[in-house]
């Protein structure tokens, strides 16, 4: 038997005890915090096991058999946990950490800016020293979930008299404030993904700064690896959820609410798994073009996969990451974009219609109003090209005006 297997039988053998759907979905999440099965590779003082991170996505096959609810989806678990994990001070920890596993709070990401993007750490959001802790102005954007977060992983400049990396500090910022104003934003898919968020004068105890003041970058560098890492989860919600599956019903309505910004994600990936089917049943399969189109796209989709597979294996290994991050990402901008023009040429004019005037039910378009995200999302194509220049190839580096420079020094256009 091998670790693993043994890993296996004893999650199983804890569920067929503990799992009760009856329990209330807060009850429930108590007892998977106690266990420690809700985030299995986290410590054991903090709600995990201490395993392996090869041991999570094994953990979640056994509570998908089991029908079992599993900790929440989204940013708490996969970025705020980890970060304040390998960052934070013991009493953000013990604050934070349980209520996030449990879904008693929740959070979004407040990176980007209308002038930080590609350039991140020339972010323009201001925290000033205020009494006991800070206060901080500016505006963010891209906010996923923002409008219904209780708390946000926020960072603002400290020091301006430094380079641009050195002067920005992380907080914890408590959403739920009048310095704190949520706009949601509608894009051309007619999803609301997204909000700006505008601060003014928003209150951060000193003790939320996550890290050292002026360290932030570093920290950061750690939430945007998890974020990079983040593969399709999992995890699911199980079916069900009749009256006495309470734990059930109300995480249908948790997932419902959290993952309902991400619903278009399918189709912003290009949807190559469905041009076959498509190309069949509107009769196209046997046009010579359109064989040769999707026999190319196919192919791209299949070397993505194994490219994928293979750093998997690496990293289940404990190998250090390799060039596959920057690769794969480029690689599905490239498969999306290739996959919309084999929808058109199969869909042809009716590609175009949406919703119910759309006899596949406007997937299509949805398809060509969501692509152009994936060469931006992450970390735009570009930005991946000289990643892989500079670091894989060896070319020179991008000349950086800013190098050096008190960011006060640095011209912007804010
Ligand atoms: C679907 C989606 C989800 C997102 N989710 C999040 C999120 O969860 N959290 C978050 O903080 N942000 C998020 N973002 C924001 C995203 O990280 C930024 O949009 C992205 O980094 C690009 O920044 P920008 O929009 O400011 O464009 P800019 O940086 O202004 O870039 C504009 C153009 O200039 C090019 N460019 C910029 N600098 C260079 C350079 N040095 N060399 C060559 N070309 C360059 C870019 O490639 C691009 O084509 C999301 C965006 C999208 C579309």
Not at 120 to 139: I, P
Not at 147 to 160: C, M, Q, S
Not at 367 to 382: E, H, K, N, W, Y
């Amino acid at each position: 038997m091998t670790d693993l297997d043994e890993v296996r039988a004893q999650v199983a053998a804890w569920l067929a005890e503990a799992w009760d759907p009856e329990l209330s979905l807060t009850q429930w999440r108590n007892r998977l915090a106690d266990s420690g099965w809700g985030c299995p590779a986290w410590p054991r003082e903090w709600c995990g096991r201490g395993l392996p991170a090869a041991s999570a996505g094994m953990v979640a096959e056994e509570f998908a058999r089991a029908g079992a609810v599993t900790a929440p989806e989204g940013v708490g678990m996969n970025l705020a946990g980890p970060t304040i994990l390998e960052h934070g001070s013991d009493e953000l920890k013990r604050r934070f950490l349980r209520p996030t596993v449990t879904g008693e709070i929740s959070w979004c990401q407040l990176f980007s800016e209308p002038g930080a993007g590609s350039d991140l750490a020339g972010l323009q959001a201001r925290a000033e020293r205020d009494g006991d802790g800070f206060a901080v102005s500016g505006q963010k954007v891209w906010n996923t979930s923002a409008h219904h977060a209780d708390f946000g992983l926020l960072l603002a400049r400290t020091d301006w008299d430094v380079p641009k990396h050195r002067g920005i500090t992380y907080f914890v910022l408590p959403m739920r404030q009048p310095g704190v104003e949520v706009r949601p934003l509608r894009q051309m898919n007619g999803h609301a993904s997204f909000n700006e968020v505008f601060l003014d004068r928003a209150q951060v105890p000193a003790g939320n700064v996550i890290g050292e003041p002026g360290q932030g970058w570093t920290v950061a560098l750690t939430t945007l690896a998890h974020e990079r890492r983040l593969a399709p989860s999992a995890r699911r919600t199980p079916e069900g959820g009749g009256a006495a599956d309470r734990a059930v019903r109300e995480a249908a309505e948790e997932s419902e609410r959290a993952m309902a910004p991400y619903r278009w994600y399918p189709q912003r990936a290009g949807r190559p798994d469905l041009v076959i089917e498509r190309a069949i049943a509107a009769g196209r399969d046997t046009d010579p073009l359109v064989r040769q189109e999707i026999v190319k796209l196919i192919t791209l989709a299949w070397s993505a996969r194994w490219t994928a597979q293979r750093a998997a294996a690496a990293r289940a290994l404990g190998r250090p990451p390799g060039p596959e991050g920057s690769v794969a990402k480029l690689a599905s901008s490239n498969i999306a974009r290739a996959a919309a023009r084999v929808h058109a040429m199969i869909a042809g004019p009716a590609g175009m219609l949406a919703g119910a005037d759309d006899p596949t039910g406007g997937t299509v378009s949805e398809i060509f109003l969501s692509v152009p995200a994936v060469s931006i999302a992450g970390g735009t194509d570009q930005i991946q090209r000289t990643i892989l220049a500079e670091r894989i190839l060896g070319l020179a580096k991008e000349p950086a005006a800013d190098a050096g420079v008190a960011f006060r020094k640095v011209v912007t256009n804010g």
